[in-house]
């Protein structure tokens, strides 16, 4: 199955922002709720944002206020805008259906944030 393909991390300072993008692939990519998911080095992935098929997004604890999730169902997008980062957002962000593929994991796209 094809997999999911996440770009737009980096290396940003305290307070920074970073866009990550994530590109889908399928006929029913609009079918689905889709998810942004993190693992930090030594932890468990766990789960950012989801958006619903209409574009309603719903965030954990840690990314309230800060992130946005968003889609594109015609480009067969979605994105993630992180403001404020800390250093605790270090961790490799991947997308993903909502619950969870575990046939299309990406490699993911690094986010460090130092300073």
């Known amino acids: 199955q094809v997999q999911f393909v996440e770009s737009g991390g980096g290396l940003v300072q305290p307070g920074g922002s970073l866009r990550l993008s994530c590109v889908g692939s399928?006929?029913?990519?609009?079918?689905?709720?889709m998810g942004w998911y993190r693992q930090a080095p030594g932890k468990q992935r766990e789960l950012v944002a989801t958006?619903?098929?209409?574009?309603?997004?719903n965030y954990t604890d840690s990314a309230k206020g800060r992130f946005t999730i968003s889609r594109d169902n015609a480009g067969k997008m979605v994105y993630l805008q992180m403001n404020s980062l800390k250093p605790e957002d270090t961790a490799v962000y991947y997308c993903?259906?909502?619950?969870?593929?575990?046939?299309?994991w990406g490699q993911g796209t690094q986010v460090t944030v130092s300073s």
């Open positions: 993903n259906r909502n619950p969870a593929d575990i046939n299309r």
């Open positions: 958006i619903s098929r209409s574009g309603r997004g």
């Open positions: 399928g006929t029913f990519f609009s079918a689905y709720t």
